[in-house]
């Protein structure tokens, strides 16, 4: 009997510190939490507080209507856009932009705006528009940039057919991606 009774003893320490181990472990995750940065147009505006609950150190921008010549130039809509990265320095920065600049994407301001982001020590992770939206000169420039691409997420279409009807499977196919 003293056998069982030492023996499940010695199991019930083993389970307190693995249990105070994980959560040690847990706490550590929560504190390494890394600096994401997410920028763009619509799409960021509408994956901005998706992505937020699953990227806990993510900080977002999106100006709806925007087009990469506005973020790479600051034209008018975007005077003052991404301003805050240098001072952030976020270790990854999404980007999803493009639909706006329509049939003709300049890539040049595409890799503007990677240039920018490499030179503040950020990884650039571009994010297509949703599968079902056509754009296969923007997904042909996208593909052709060297930085890391998160593929058109199959989700619905709202009624515009350019905008998800909801963002919530598309935030987690990002952080998917990015992990």
């Avoid at 472990?25 to 699953?54: C, F, H, M, N, W």
């Avoid at 297509?128 to 058109?152: H, K, W, Y």
Wanted: hydrophobic share 45%; with cysteine.
């Amino acid at each position: 009997m003293t056998a069982i009774a030492a023996g499940g003893l010695t199991l019930g320490v083993a389970g307190v510190v693995a249990s105070v181990a994980g959560q040690a472990e847990a706490a550590k995750i929560q504190t390494q939490k890394r600096r994401v940065a997410l920028i763009g147009d619509s799409y960021a505006v509408g994956l901005g507080p998706e992505l937020a609950k699953l990227l806990p150190g993510l900080r977002s921008e999106g100006h709806v209507g925007t087009s990469s010549a506005e973020w790479a130039n600051h034209g008018a809509r975007c005077v003052n856009c991404g301003d805050w990265l240098t001072a952030y320095q976020p270790e990854i920065t999404l980007v999803a932009l493009g639909v706006n600049d329509g049939n003709a994407p300049n890539s040049a301001n595409y890799h503007t705006i990677i240039s920018a982001l490499h030179g503040i020590g950020s990884k650039v992770v571009w994010i297509e528009p949703p599968a079902g939206v056509r754009a296969p000169v923007l997904r042909a420039v996208i593909g052709s940039l060297g930085v890391q691409v998160v593929p058109g997420a199959n989700v619905p279409l709202a009624a515009d057919g350019i905008h998800p009807s909801s963002y919530k499977p598309w935030a987690r196919d990002i952080a998917r991606a990015i992990s």
